[in-house]
T-cell receptor, first 107, second 118 residues
């Protein structure tokens, strides 16, 4: 059965304090690994898609990387507006989402 | 509008009532997905449409859940004889491509309907 886990469950950072979020997946025939950002009361907002091990993508303070079993979302010098829940989803037969990491960035 | 629109945003119903949730996808999008998101959890897949055809309903939790997309655009998720465990946010997402053609086409999500069953 396809499975996605994320760690940590919650993370509090000071503004400017870099860190990484982890997404571990067990998916047959991975076709893509997606990262989304979700703000309270809103739907997930697309950030990145990764397709093969070794691939990296960047957007502003965020960089996503992919291995054969994990993906990492690196946040460099975060700002309070980066506070949100970050979801990863593995696409095999269907999209399987992880439970998310709730990120709080304190000023 | 340019995005996926869902209505109502909030729905409160008594246990045993039927409810209908609507999704207006982005115009021209072929694929439409429904998800259920419990508090503090990620979205869980319910069903998938390619145009008007419901190609996958493996995630629907019981036969009380029914979805349709008769003209290949607007979709409705119906829950009959609601139970308290049906309380969740129901998300709709659409995408331009068919599911099997996915390359870098993400799903575009609506803001969901928050369903509360009393």
């Amino acid at each position: 059965e396809d499975q996605v886990t994320q760690s940590p469950e919650a993370l509090r950072l000071q503004e400017g304090e870099s860190s990484s979020l982890n997404c571990s997946y067990t998916v047959s025939g991975l076709r893509g690994l997606f990262w989304y950002r979700q703000d309270p009361g809103k739907g997930p907002e697309f950030l990145f898609t990764l397709y093969s091990a070794g691939e990296e993508k960047e957007k502003e303070r965020l960089k996503a990387t992919l291995t054969k079993k994990e993906s990492f979302l690196h946040i460099t010098a975060p700002k309070p507006e980066d506070s949100a829940t970050y979801l990863c989803a593995a696409y095999g037969q269907n999209f399987v989402f992880g439970p998310g990491t709730r990120l709080s960035v304190l000023p | 509008g340019a995005g996926v629109s869902q209505s109502p945003r909030y729905k409160v119903a008594k246990r045993g009532q039927d409810v209908a949730l609507r999704c207006d996808p982005i115009s021209g999008h072929v694929s439409l997905f429904w998800y259920q998101q419990a508090l503090g959890q990620g979205p869980e897949f319910l069903t998938y449409f390619q145009n008007e055809a419901q190609l996958d309903k493996s995630g629907l939790p019981s036969d009380r859940f029914f979805a349709e997309r008769p003209e290949g655009s607007v979709s409705t998720l119906k829950i009959q004889r609601t139970q308290q465990e049906d309380s969740a946010v129901y998300l709709c997402a659409s995408s331009y491509l068919r599911k099997t053609e996915y390359s870098n086409q993400p799903q575009h999500f609506g803001d969901g309907t928050r369903l509360s069953i009393l």
